[in-house]
């Protein structure tokens, strides 16, 4: 990835932003692994202010932790951490659930089927990087139909806290371990049932989370 190329685009400390919080979504960085600005620097081929506004934004973010010694790294969560981020999801993604009901037609419910099917794919071909991507695309897909920008920019803060870990739980049990209730979902959605949406969304965020704590903890 060369972001020195210039060009119409988002700016450079923007592209490397995006670059960094995909490396934390996905697990790219590992649960306890520290991060420094001249490896980064020379691992986007990104200049060194770019890559200092992208760490100052996600350690802002949660998304990464100022340690001593100048040592930044990957938090690494403990049951503690695991509960507060459980509560926190239940609370927000199944309101968001609900709005996305409200406001989802047969186009949009068609295109929720069409990312889940290359979620399935994915989880039968072993690709965790695979089922990592489409599961988060899947959730903001649908995020993005509640048409509640407050909620949905919180859950996006949440979800930078647990993909590292989420990640590990994929490496230790496999993608066929990871259940969900996307079909409950799917259902609700195209029967537009707020109740039943935001019962298979709390549903699923529980099933995640405490595969995420006993994988972890």
């Not at 697990?27 to 306890?32: F, I």
């Not at 691992?43 to 010694?69: D, K, W």
């Not at 259902?187 to 935001?198: G, I, K, Q, R």
């Amino acid at each position: 990835m060369n972001v020195r190329a210039e060009g119409a685009g988002p700016p450079a400390h923007e592209v490397v932003y995006r670059r960094l919080r995909e490396m934390v979504l996905f697990g790219e960085l590992e649960p306890g692994q520290a991060v420094t600005i001249q490896g980064l620097v020379d691992e986007l081929q990104a200049g060194m202010t770019p890559v200092r506004e992208a760490l100052r934004r996600l350690i802002a973010e949660g998304a990464l932790a100022f340690r001593g010694n100048r040592r930044i790294v990957v938090p690494v969560l403990d049951a503690a951490a695991v509960d507060q981020l459980t509560v926190a999801r239940v609370a927000l993604e199944p309101q968001l659930a609900r709005r996305a009901a409200q406001h989802c037609g047969a186009a949009e419910v068609a295109l929720l089927r069409a990312t889940d099917a290359r979620l399935d794919r994915a989880i039968a071909r072993g690709d965790v990087r695979g089922y990592l991507e489409e599961n988060h695309r899947f959730h903001a897909e649908l995020n993005a139909l509640a048409q509640a920008p407050i909620l949905t920019e919180l859950v996006d803060g949440l979800w930078l806290r647990f993909g590292p870990s989420l990640r590990v739980v994929c490496g230790q049990f496999g993608t066929r371990n990871l259940p969900d209730r996307h079909k409950d979902l799917l259902e609700a959605l195209a029967e537009a049932d707020p109740d039943a949406a935001a019962r298979a969304m709390e549903g699923d965020v529980v099933q995640g989370m405490t595969q995420i704590r006993e994988g972890l903890i």
